[in-house]
């Protein structure tokens, strides 16, 4: 267990729906990172936030939107959902917007169908 | 912009044999280098990170790694490879001032029984 928690594992729903993936980072770190992994396109950054601010912004579509919370969990919001948007979705945290020497902690992922 | 080539979509290996997975990179700056590795169903795992000094770096699982300033290179590297070894294995890079990593696409090494 690295600490992240990411749910649901798996998610199907149809096109045209609006999903919520939940992070919950680990304990004391204030940066997460939402990341797309899918077939074609490997892993693409999508967004970060650092204790409740957004910070960066990546390949990520108009369709979708993510928060921070006071508790600083994170919540990524998908909508208009198209088949395209099937993949792995990664929550992964940093204890500040420095914490190189220790990379990011990665949940296991939220794995969504679009059918 | 920062940049990560994995120029190898795949890497066979049989076991016991040393293994390399290739990473080359592009970035202002010096680098901070990383390699994660992604069981199947699983997020991924740090595994060695390069921010200064040895350009040696060992990691976990007996896995190391040498950075290379004049060829930007950090290749992955295990003396003998074991078959729970197989997973797919990302290069990631960070400019020094950056936010964010940028990974590269990913080598799926196979160790062979």
């Known amino acids: 267990d690295s600490g992240v928690t990411q749910t649901p594992k798996h998610l199907i729903t149809a096109t045209g729906q609006r999903v919520t993936l939940r992070c919950s980072p680990r304990s004391g770190d204030l940066s997460v990172y939402w990341y797309q992994q899918s077939l074609d396109q490997g892993l693409q950054f999508l967004i970060q936030y650092y204790n409740g601010e957004e910070r960066a912004k990546g390949n990520i579509l108009e369709r979708f939107s993510a928060q921070q919370f006071p508790d600083l969990h994170s919540e990524l919001n998908l909508s208009s959902l198209e088949l395209g948007d099937s993949a792995l979705y990664f929550c992964?945290?940093?204890?500040?917007?420095?914490?190189?020497?220790?990379?990011?902690?990665f949940g296991s992922g939220t794995r969504l169908t679009v059918v | 912009a920062q940049s990560v080539a994995q120029p190898e979509d795949q890497v066979n290996v049989a076991e016991g044999n040393p293994l390399t997975v290739k990473c080359t990179y592009s970035?202002?700056?010096?680098?901070?280098l990383f390699w994660y590795v992604q069981y199947p169903n699983r997020g991924l795992q740090f595994l060695l990170k390069y921010i200064t000094g040895d350009n040696l770096v060992k990691g976990s699982y007996g896995f190391e790694a040498e950075f290379n300033k004049s060829q930007t290179s950090f290749h992955l590297k295990k003396p003998s490879a074991l078959v729970s070894d197989s997973a797919l294995y990302f290069c990631a890079v960070r400019a020094p001032y950056g936010q964010n990593f940028v990974f590269g696409p990913g080598t799926r090494l196979s160790v062979l029984p």
């Open positions: 970035v202002s700056g010096n680098p901070y």
């Open positions: 992964a945290s940093r204890a500040g917007l420095g914490g190189e020497y220790y990379g990011y902690t």
